[in-house]
């Protein structure tokens, strides 16, 4: 899952990346509002984690170009301003939820974990193919009841081939999913995870589409 974070506190935002990618997500982090719009005119983002307060162009201005071109991704308020109107403004130009500063690190994980969740239609947190389960929360796989291990982007790798059962990835689907603008896989690297989650999960378990991507089944 690829998130895109626009905050210009530099140690609030260097602690969120942090934070974030250490729960398995790839992330973008933009300090003004200006590189926000651009970024999310240019990528693809899973979710928008926003600033209100943010030069050049404020968090509101960002939200409502957002919404203006019909992007329909979650996004999800950071800001210090706890008055009860700024939330219903945010909420009412399309915010999907709202966190007031000083931030709680789990519980921006489970907002996040919820906004895509919501996002994905689903009421479970669990995911499940076969005897195969996920849970995001915990950051635990089973297989058959057994705790299997996952590297942090074999997690992730999994996951988004989970949440997107009976639909064929990219190879750029997949790595936009693990990978933010500073990271610079092997060219290979897709697939050594791939193999290494058929060794852990079954030979079957992620199908190859030649031309076109990769593939869970929907059981």
Not at 30 to 49: F, Q, R
Not at 202 to 213: D, H
């Amino acid at each position: 899952m690829r998130i895109l974070l626009a905050e210009d506190d530099p140690h609030l935002g260097d602690g969120l990346t942090v934070g974030l990618r250490q729960d398995g997500y790839a992330v973008d982090w933009v300090k003004d509002g200006v590189a926000a719009d651009l970024a999310l005119k240019t990528e693809s983002y899973d979710l928008l984690v926003l600033d209100l307060g943010l030069p050049r162009l404020t968090g509101m201005e960002v939200l409502g170009r957002l919404r203006g071109r019909g992007q329909t991704l979650p996004v999800l308020i950071l800001t210090a301003r706890d008055a009860s109107g700024d939330k219903i403004a945010g909420l009412d130009s399309g915010a999907d939820d709202y966190v007031v500063k000083p931030i709680d690190l789990d519980e921006l994980a489970a907002r996040v974990r919820a906004l895509a969740r919501r996002s994905a239609g689903r009421a479970t947190p669990l995911l499940q193919h076969g005897e195969i389960e996920l849970d995001p929360a915990a950051h635990r796989v089973t297989l058959s009841g057994v705790p299997v291990e996952l590297a942090t982007r074999e997690f992730s790798l999994l996951q988004a081939l989970m949440q997107n059962a009976g639909r064929a990835m990219t190879r750029a689907q997949l790595e936009a999913s693990l990978y933010g603008w500073r990271d610079e896989p092997d060219s290979n690297a897709l697939e050594v995870h791939i193999h290494h989650l058929r060794k852990k999960l079954g030979a079957n378990v992620i199908k190859t589409l030649r031309g076109v991507g990769y593939l869970i089944s929907k059981s």
